[in-house]
């Protein structure tokens, strides 16, 4: 499993689990049947229209073999420039494009994208596009590599439930400390506990600042005047404040 840490807008850091190659795989098959669909329909109506003498045969070979590409890259700048970086195959797949340095992506990084689908997959066969995939550190595509961005997982492979969290040891005679984390939702917990999770299976610099930054968002929302210097101590506690005065 490889993850990626990109700080948003507000400044704060989140963690992704990358899409694997095989994930991006499916979600282009399923886009290429959707843009095969469209172009047979559209062929067909056009040689009804405009290709019935046998003169036009030329122009009809050369348009089953462009016109199909120019569908794709089309259809691949629109459907992730409307949709926020998924096509109906990524969608499918619950994976999504997010660009590296912010949570956004812009209309350039998806025409990007789509233009470099003529490198990574139609003249190098796709060989290029699952090589760089295979090997980066990001997972990234040549237009990936272009665009700044990357794809990313909409659920993680592992996800936790509320229900992960109550199993914590029985916290009957426990007293809250931090009662302002009424404020803080189910989801909030779920992202503290994974964080938590991710720390103790990977002890390295990216997952510690990732502790230390949620720690002090957390600080700085909750409006708490000071937190201890064990930002994991802080963050269970956090969990068990918030299982005794919500449940």
């Known amino acids: 499993m490889q993850t990626i840490f990109i700080k948003t807008s507000q400044n704060v850091t989140i963690e992704y689990e990358l899409a694997t190659l095989w994930?991006?795989?499916l979600a282009l098959l399923l886009d290429m049947v959707i843009v095969y669909v469209f172009d047979l329909?559209?062929?067909?109506?056009?040689?009804?229209?405009f290709f019935s003498n046998a003169e036009s045969s030329l122009l009809l070979s050369v348009l089953y073999g462009l016109l199909p590409i120019v569908i794709f890259l089309i259809y691949q700048f629109a459907m992730e420039a409307l949709a926020d970086g998924q096509t109906l195959g990524k969608r499918a797949l619950k994976i999504k494009v997010l660009r590296l340095n912010m949570d956004g992506s812009g209309l350039s990084d998806y025409m990007l994208r789509s233009i470099f689908y003529l490198i990574d997959l139609f003249f190098s066969a796709g060989i290029l596009a699952a090589l760089l995939i295979s090997t980066t550190?990001?997972?990234?595509?040549?237009?990936?590599?272009?665009?700044?961005?990357?794809?990313?997982?909409?659920?993680p492979s592992y996800p936790l439930k509320l229900e992960d969290i109550l199993k914590i040891s029985t916290l009957d005679d426990y007293q809250p400390v931090y009662p302002e984390v009424r404020n803080l939702s189910e989801k909030d917990m779920l992202l503290i506990k994974g964080t938590i999770v991710?720390?103790?299976?990977?002890?390295?610099?990216?997952?510690?600042k990732a502790v230390n930054d949620l720690a002090l968002h957390l600080r700085q929302i909750l409006d708490i005047p000071d937190i201890p210097r064990d930002r994991i101590g802080f963050l269970k506690t956090?969990?068990?404040?918030?299982?005794?005065?919500?449940?």
């Open 23 to 25: 994930e991006r795989l």
């Open 41 to 49: 329909i559209l062929v067909t109506l056009l040689r009804a229209a």
């Open 137 to 155: 550190k990001k997972r990234q595509r040549l237009g990936d590599m272009t665009a700044n961005t990357t794809v990313v997982k909409l659920e």
């Open 238 to 247: 956090l969990i068990k404040d918030y299982i005794v005065l919500t449940r």
């Open 198 to 208: 991710r720390f103790s299976k990977h002890k390295n610099q990216a997952h510690r």
